[in-house]
Each structure stands twice: as C-alpha cells, then as structure tokens.
C-alpha cells in the first residue's frame, strides 16, 4: 500500500515535466530514501532539466538496501539512486551492478539519542535503528558506533523500522529506539524535541561512499548514449540545486509534500555544500565501504575500489565540455 501511495504522489509530481518530455526516452529510477539529498533528481525532472537531454524520468521510492537493489536487478527500475553500501555488496555477491556516479563522499547524517544517552557508550545494550540493513543510515550508524568501540548486532541491538526518516524519527519518539541518524528535515525536528546530538557525522573525518547512482551493466552498455543523456541531467540538475535556491526550495517543499520554508532551508543549507559539480567516485571513500563489508563478506578485504564504479561516462561528458554549457546560474 505504502509503495502505491509513493507511485501516485510521484505521478502528481511529475506532471508538469511529463508534457515537456513527451519524446523522451522512458527511465525510472529507484529512489532509496525520501530526502532533502535525494531530492536532486525529482527536482530535476520537476523543471525538465533531464527533458533537455531527451530523458523522461520517473522517480519512484522503493526503500534503500536491497529493495532498490531488487527493483534495478529486475529490470522495475533502469537506475538506482540510493546508498552505495548495498551496491557495493551486491557486486561483491555477484550481481553485475555499476555506479556511474556518486553524490557526496562523506557521511551525511546525525546520530540523535533518547536525551537520557549523553556518549556512545551509553548505547551499550541499548535498541538502535538505521531502518533495515544495508540502507545507507544502517551503515552510517553503524561505522559510527564501530569507531567508537561498541560491536554492532553485539553490544548494540539493531531493529529494522518502518519507511525512511519519518519512521526512525517515530521509533525514536515513541522510545522503541535509544538511537538513530537522521538529516535535515527530520534532523531539526529531533533537536527541537530535545534528542541529543551524539554526533554530526559531516564532520567527522571519514571518507565514505554515499548516495550514488547505479545500474546493471547489460543496460549501461546497450543504453550508452542513453546513459550519457541521463547523467547530463542529473549533472545540470546538481548545478541548478547549487546555483537556483528559490527554486529548488519549492521543488524540495512539492517532493517531501511540506509547508514548512524554514525545515526545507534548513535542509538546503546542510547539502547545499556536499553537491558536486562532477559527481566522481573517491576510491578512499569506496575502501571504506569495503573495510566496512569485511566482516560478513570476506572477498570484500581484497577487492579492488575501483572495480565498483565506471566513471568513463562522467569523464567524458566533463572533457566535451559540458559544463561551460551550464552557465552560471545564480
């Protein structure tokens, strides 16, 4: 029912841009999580900046982890943008999956607590959520908990949750859970409430491989042009969340379905910094990933980064030029 609802609300959404790309080639794209930061590509499509490149794209929430893995693999979905832990584990486990591009190489959330919690280890023994394993909060909170000594599934117990944010925020409410991570909205919801802020992992010192987007490589390599098309789109669609606020604040507020100008600038302000101009994949912040994986998939210790991501697509859109094309939009 939850998946019905979000197909609709998208199908609300898109209107105004599907008339624009009447002749666009069809793409739908799997999105792991509802999100300032996930926000670029609905956005985008929003205001026909993937129409110009002939792409007619659909958005669709499907959850992150496995289920947009699941949605790519069977072809529901031609794209995912979602956390890159569950791609990166799902190559190693065998499924030809690639990431063409990667939004941010830094963790890009905060851990809030019950305000009873005043240190990570306060946590010990404690029930935490990240919504469900291998979505890209259950990882972030997860690392975090690992740096500072405590064994995940161990000395903390995870529970999986209901959908995204929204249900992390309510388990953390309602005390089913001493902990979570969140983000903007959701973040400045909990401190108004009073939740510590253990951690805003922005800031901290790791580099990890976030929000990315990926696709199985039979369809990247029969769809090239395509592919090139559609990461044009979502290039331009990163330069105009950077370079056209006003616009993109309206387009954030429509996408989370909010009144709220303040929570959505709030959000804005929080990424507005961590959107790059060309989305490359860091190798550091893969290897992270992998040390991350090793411990319940061995393969992952050895692996080579760079056998998880295929950013020829992205340097040669970047070598033609492209961005001098984007102007300087302000």
């Known amino acids: ?87 990166i584990g799902a190559r190693l486990g065998g499924i030809d999956i690639m990431m063409l591009s990667v939004q941010s190489n830094k963790l890009d959330y905060t851990v809030f607590a019950a305000p009873a919690i005043k240190s990570p280890k306060d946590l010990k023994g404690k029930i935490v959520t990240g919504t469900r394993p291998g979505a890209s909060a259950d990882s972030a909170l997860r690392l975090y908990l690992r740096r500072h000594g405590l ?102 507020m429509k996408f989370l379905r909010m009144n709220d100008r303040a929570r959505a600038e709030e959000g804005y302000d929080y990424y507005v910094d961590l959107m790059p101009v060309m989305p490359y994949a860091s190798p550091k912040a893969v290897k992270t990933v992998l040390d991350f994986l090793a411990e319940k998939q061995p393969k992952a210790a050895t692996a080579n980064p760079e056998d998880f991501y295929d950013m020829s697509y992205l340097k040669r859109i970047e070598a033609s030029g492209f961005l001098k094309t984007l102007g300087n939009r302000r």
């Open 151 to 252: 064994t995940p599934d161990k000395d903390v117990i995870f529970i999986s949750v209901a959908e995204s944010q929204q249900g992390r925020l309510n388990s953390l409410r309602s005390g089913a859970v001493s902990a979570t991570v969140l983000a903007p909205p959701y973040s400045g919801i909990a401190k108004q409430l009073g939740f510590t802020e253990l951690a805003d992992l922005r800031k901290t010192d790791i580099e990890y491989s976030g929000s990315g987007i990926a696709g199985m490589e039979p369809y990247i390599r029969s769809h090239t042009r395509l592919v090139e098309n559609f990461l044009k789109g979502y290039i331009d669609s990163l330069h105009f969340f950077r370079t056209e606020k006003e616009k993109t604040l309206a387009g954030v």
């Open 1 to 87: 029912m939850i998946r019905f609802k979000f197909l609709w609300v998208f199908s609300l959404f898109l209107l105004p841009q599907v008339a624009a790309a009447q002749h666009g080639e069809k793409v739908r794209v799997a999105l792991g999580a509802i999100s300032v930061n996930t926000s670029v590509i609905p956005v985008g499509a929003q205001y026909g900046l993937f129409a110009k490149y002939g792409v007619d794209v659909e958005p669709i929430y499907m959850g992150g982890g496995m289920n947009s893995i699941a949605a790519v693999t069977s072809n529901s979905v031609q794209f995912l943008s979602a956390g890159s832990t569950a791609t």
